[in-house]
């Protein structure tokens, strides 16, 4: 019996599969891993790409230096200047945090979702996701948002080793960290996700000129 569990654990871990999505848009190229470690938002996006839910759609919601938003069906054929971001698919994902280990840095993909007030379950929206650009933070910076997450919700939280070498060396939005679900990062390509998030956007944080995406597609 110990033996054939241990064949049984060797042969899941040799068939884990890492999956690789490549999204080609109006601006360019780029490539994303997606994690085993959440494998409900792994599974959902990759059923989304092979499914081309995502072709077509805009980049809907643009803010300089924090992150670029897409996913909403609704804006494939949204006329120009159209208020978007409320489309769904009907059900939503549950949230798999793991701050410590896939957090906000620049670069991270992250699920999009509904706020606490109707949504206090943090679930995830079936297909809106973000992509993070950010800031850098100093140390200092960095310990004034733990005092203020504190004050604002009466919890303490950690800043690893790791997220603060990389939120004062490379950035992102570590304020999100704990709340939203890190489900991948852009391996290749982040030159493209820098030149979304430069374009002009009206009031409402959508690109004056179209930012669509045109395919995703599995790579690996």
């Known amino acids: 019996m110990i033996i054939l569990s241990l064949v049984a654990v060797l042969a899941s871990c040799s068939s884990k599969?890492?999956?690789m999505v490549r999204m080609f848009t109006?601006?360019?190229v780029v490539d994303m891993k997606l994690y085993d470690e959440t494998p409900k938002h792994r599974d959902n996006f990759v059923k989304l790409v092979k499914e081309q839910v995502y072709d077509s759609l805009l980049f809907h919601r643009v803010i300089k230096d924090f992150m670029i938003q897409g996913g909403d069906p609704d804006s494939k054929n949204a006329a120009s200047g159209k208020l978007l971001g409320e489309g769904d698919l009907g059900y939503t994902v549950?949230?798999?945090?793991?701050p410590e280990v896939y957090f906000?840095?620049?670069g991270a993909l992250a699920a999009a979702r509904e706020g606490d007030d109707v949504n206090p379950s943090k679930a995830s929206s079936a297909s809106q996701f973000y992509i993070v650009w950010g800031n850098v933070f100093t140390k200092e910076q960095l310990e004034r948002l733990k005092t203020q997450y504190k004050q604002r919700t009466g919890k303490d939280i950690t800043i690893t080793p790791e997220q603060l070498e990389v939120y004062t060396t490379i950035g992102g939005t570590p304020h999100l960290d704990g709340d939203y679900t890190v489900f991948g990062e852009v391996v290749k390509g982040l030159e493209v996700v820098d030149a979304i998030q430069n374009v002009r956007c009206d009031r409402n944080d959508r690109p004056l000129r179209d930012v669509r995406i045109i395919k995703m597609?599995?790579?690996k």
């Open 17 to 19: 599969k890492e999956y």
């Open 26 to 28: 109006t601006a360019g």
């Open 94 to 98: 549950e949230p798999e945090f793991m």
């Open 104 to 106: 906000h840095r620049r």
């Open 217 to 219: 597609e599995l790579i």
